[in-house]
Nanobody, 119 residues
Framework: VQLVESGGGLVQAGGSLRLSCAAS????????IGWFRQAPGKEREVVSCISLSDGDTYYAESVNGRFTISSDNAKNSVHLQMNSLKPEDTAVYYCAADPGGCGIDFSSWGQGTQVTVSS
């Protein structure tokens, strides 16, 4: 299983970024893909998750209504559209694959992509 994130960067508050997670090495449709983030000095937290088999999605309360997770099963990729970004969204964002569904066993992780939101 290999996951590669891209799309991070520096953006002003109120701006948008689109993160992508390219997946390979497993049967894509059988998995769930989650996005997590970790800010300096803080614990890693789940941001969003999508079940690739049925499209069910989950969002953390802190991002609900601002972030949208989507999948392109033909291209084995998952995207996280982040709008109305806030300085507190600054973190390293990781995608992770879970063979059991969202929240069962995120056993494979990408290397992360930095998102920095300036005030």
């Amino acid at each position: 299983v290999q996951l590669v994130e891209s799309g991070g960067g520096l953006v002003q508050a109120g701006g948008s970024l689109r993160l992508s997670c390219a997946a390979s090495g497993f049967t894509f449709d059988d998995y769930a893909i989650g996005w997590f983030r970790q800010a300096p000095g803080k614990e890693r937290e789940v941001v969003s998750c999508i079940s690739l088999s049925d499209g069910d999605t989950y969002y953390a309360e802190s991002v609900n209504g601002r972030f949208t997770i989507s999948s392109d099963n033909a291209k084995n990729s998952v995207h996280l559209q982040m709008n109305s970004l806030k300085p507190e969204d600054t973190a390293v964002y990781y995608c992770a694959a879970d063979p059991g569904g969202c929240g069962i066993d995120f056993s494979s992780w990408g290397q992360g992509t930095q998102v920095t939101v300036s005030s």
